[in-house]
């Protein structure tokens, strides 16, 4: 065989192997990246009584700021009391903080109704009943064990020119299964469990004469 024709023939063997490799799924196969968000109390499964029926009340929600750790598109698992895993295929399918500002509108809208409830920013024209802030220091986990949620957080009153709480939040939930889906299935619930107490302390706030 001709030298050539030798080396050709061997290009496309070695072609053919590598393609087929790839169908079986070879060792060196790259995991698919899954995305996950956190669920309001709009879905089917998480229907809540309100805390309060609101009247001539807005309630914005934000600026949420994270942590360093979790201001990342990589979900954060928490192994030890010094040691965190970052899950390089398992992400947020947008901004968490975004997410987490998203779902806690949705929570107050069902838990505060006859409100006006908005996301940060909004219109300057806009009057501001109460502004809900929030630093987020943990919000983690580890399948298998429980997930928690950390927050540092205040209302202000007087389009934000006056503080009328501040409170730090630890909460925690057990996760109900082995995987990530489940674990953000309990950081969905330690929101909701969130976003009550807020609701809670609103109402507490209007039950006193508002922001005087």
Not at 58 to 72: E, K, T, W
Not at 110 to 120: A, D, R, S
């Amino acid at each position: 065989m001709h030298p050539k024709t030798f080396r050709l023939t061997g290009a496309i063997l070695l072609s053919c192997v590598l393609a087929f490799s790839g169908c079986l799924g070879g060792a060196g196969k790259t995991p698919a990246t899954r995305y996950y968000v956190l669920n309001s109390m709009y879905s089917a499964e998480n229907k809540a009584q309100p805390v309060a029926v609101l009247k001539d009340t807005s309630v914005g929600v934000g600026p949420i700021r994270l942590s360093q750790v979790l201001d990342r598109p990589q979900i954060v698992m928490q192994t030890s009391d010094n040691e965190i895993r970052i899950s390089d295929f398992e992400r947020w399918a947008a901004p968490l903080n975004e997410n987490m500002a998203g779902v806690i509108v949705d929570n107050l809208t069902v838990l505060l109704p006859g409100g006006e409830i908005l996301k940060f920013p909004w219109q300057i024209t806009i009057p501001i009943t109460y502004q809900v802030v929030i630093d987020i220091m943990r919000f983690d986990g580890m399948p298998g064990g429980e997930a928690v949620l950390r927050a540092r957080w205040g209302i202000l009153g007087e389009n934000g020119k006056k503080v009328l709480l501040n409170k730090v939040s630890v909460l925690n939930e057990a996760i109900q299964g082995n995987t990530i889906a489940e674990m953000v299935s309990a950081q969905s619930r330690l929101a909701a469990k969130f976003s009550r107490q807020i609701a809670e302390e609103i109402k507490r706030l209007e039950e006193q004469g508002g922001e005087q």
